[in-house]
């Protein structure tokens, strides 16, 4: 009976010890967020920069805005220069209005002559009768004969005058209507700069891309910056990831979309547990990064994933976790 006792400790020992072994993690590795380091797009001085280390921006916020005053000046300058192009235009078709005005003029003029040729032929006729009959003399109708010419002759220069009025309208139209595609072509060019300044002038406005927080701000308020310069850091701390790294032989058991544990290490046993998503595996293996601890340490080449967790503000960037599969 002692002898059966002796043994069941020592079964119970052994089993112990290989509990000890095991190991209550698959990967450990280090959190990570989505960071964006926000630069200048516009050269200028900072008039106005609202952003502090620490700070939570929401999504489209404007934090501050460069100097435009010169941008503004060189749009006001284009809007008169369109102004006079648009002053000019109008010009030309006011001329092109009074050309045509007066070619009207003149086919009124032509048309009341025809009219009195067609009147003079009616009252010939009538006074032709009555001097055949005697009732009026012969100068009379010899009248009527000259009057019928003059309006003909009339009538010819009226035509000539509204055929010469015609080539120097098609003439002049020709012209205006280059003037006026010159015109259009230069107001076209102004709306192009517009454009660009406008574009310009929004890009003075500093606006954080989405909700996050400050890590790091590079510039103060009445520094000069140019295009590209950086201006803060920020990250999105809310949606963090954990960057861990697993063996080809655990591969076979993880895919993209699986659930599993995660656990933010702070030390000294202290762990706190979070639902993590494993939203990519790496295609490519590489060689352990020597402070990562594998499941099989004996291995040389592993492969990163990275698994999203819902950060409840105790997760800091850098800080290290286990992953549990």
Known sequence: MKKLTIMASAALLMMTACSKKEKA????????A?????????TGE????DVTEGQTIEGGTQVGRID???LVLQKQQLETQRGQLAASKR????????ASSQQLDLNKQ?????????NAQRERQRFAELVKDGAVPRKQLDDIDNQ??????????????????NAALAEQGKGIGAQMDGIDAQVAGIDAQQRQLDDQIANADIVAPYKGTVLEKYVEQGEFV??????????????MFIRAYVTSAQLQHIKVGQTCKVFADYGDGQKKEYAGTITWISNRSEFTPKTILTDDERADLVYAVKIAIKNDGYVKIGMYGEVKF
């Not at 900072?46 to 920069?49: A, E």
């Open 68 to 70: 435009t005053y010169q």
């Open 46 to 49: 900072l008039k106005s920069f």
């Open 25 to 32: 993690f698959d990967a450990t590795g280090t959190f990570e």
């Open 148 to 165: 019928i010419k003059v309006l003909n002759r009339q009538l010819e220069a009226t035509r000539d005058q509204i055929r010469s009025a």
């Open 91 to 98: 010009q030309l078709s006011s001329n092109r209005s009074a």
């Open 226 to 239: 140019s295009t590209g310069k950086p201006l803060f850091k920020m990250a999105d701390v809310d949606n």
């Open 110 to 118: 032509l048309s009341s002559i025809q009219q009195q040729i067609a």
């Open 34 to 42: 989505t960071e964006v380091t926000i630069s200048a797009k516009a």
